[in-house]
């Protein structure tokens, strides 16, 4: 299993939440386009990557690549609470610290500490937090610090120089596994992603998307345009949305919205992730049992 790396990323800690991946061979990647690549080419039957940020919104990188430059599908999401770290060298101090490494992302996650903390401190891009830990490990220099997971202090021998640096405490990413092919079967708590290409940009076509779906009462769990990369004004609509293709409401609405658009791509069903997900789907089973009880006996009454 390919997942963005090195080791010691926010990516390899949520993989390591779910034990049937943390028991798999791991190979971590430089980038998620390497991560998609590897997929994509058979090398590796899952990746896994960021996909959404709760204050930084959706990791760009992942979500185009799904949508324009891969046909890979969404095997299942992990929510991890994001608690940022301030690494440096042993001995360092945070007033010593000039110059600050992190994934854009994370770095953007903590700017008000650093503005406050650190004012006026050098902000660097790495191609991820563990690699910003691997790179201040490898240089002398103590004014160099990295933003990254607790994790990396431990993999990259680092000292903690502050502990929870994000400016929202509740943070949370989200992560996907992606896999060549494949729909999981459903779970009673799904989640569905498709993307949509309109026909022409005229009054009143995403009206006519979701109207499809209130129709049918199904909520939706995120609407996002992203550009087409075609010209200024394209624009895409990814949509997510409560529910599993091989529900009949479901399959109905993809229907209706494939026959209308330009093009719909289906980017997955998959089981969806939350505090309440198992209790969830608990209790859609026991519903379902009970459903089938329910039919048997009154098809027992049949003479």
């Not at 995403?206 to 769990?221: D, K, P, Q, V, Y």
């Not at 997510?240 to 069903?269: N, W």
Request: with cysteine.
């Amino acid at each position: 299993m390919a997942f963005f790396g090195p080791t010691g990323t926010f990516t390899e800690e949520a993989l390591l939440t779910q034990a049937d991946y943390a028991a798999a061979a791991l190979v971590p990647f430089p980038t998620i386009t390497d991560v998609f690549d590897a997929v994509d080419r058979g090398e590796v039957d899952l990746g896994f990557v960021p996909i959404e940020n709760g204050i930084e919104g959706s990791v760009a990188v992942t979500l185009d690549g799904l949508i324009f430059d891969y046909s890979l599908k969404i095997q299942r999401e992990v929510l991890l609470d994001i608690h940022l770290t301030l690494l440096g060298r042993h001995g360092a101090k945070l007033s010593d610290i000039r110059r600050v490494v992190s994934f854009p992302h994370a770095i953007a996650q903590c700017r008000k500490y650093l503005a406050r903390n650190l004012p006026g401190v050098e902000l660097v891009a790495a191609a991820s937090t563990a690699e910003a830990a691997r790179q201040v490990a490898e240089t002398a220099d103590r004014s160099s610090g990295a933003v990254a997971p607790r994790l990396a202090a431990r993999v990259y021998d680092l000292a903690v120089l502050a502990e929870d640096v994000e400016d929202h405490p509740e943070n949370q990413t989200r992560f996907v596994a992606v896999a060549a092919s494949g729909v999981p079967a459903p779970t009673g708590h799904d989640r569905t992603t498709i993307v949509c290409f309109q026909r022409a940009d005229r009054p009143g076509s995403l009206h006519g998307m979701l109207s499809e779906f209130a129709a049918r009462n199904i909520n939706l769990t995120k609407l996002e345009s992203r550009p087409t990369k075609r010209s200024l004004g394209d624009y895409c609509f990814v949509i997510e949305f409560e529910g599993h293709i091989a529900e009949e409401i479901t399959a109905d609405c993809l229907k209706v919205l494939h026959t209308e658009l330009a093009g719909v791509k289906f980017l997955g069903s998959y089981p969806a992730a939350g505090n309440h997900a198992q209790d969830r789907r608990r209790r859609a089973d026991d519903a379902w049992r009970a459903a089938e009880r329910w039919i048997a006996d009154l098809r027992g009454e049949i003479e």
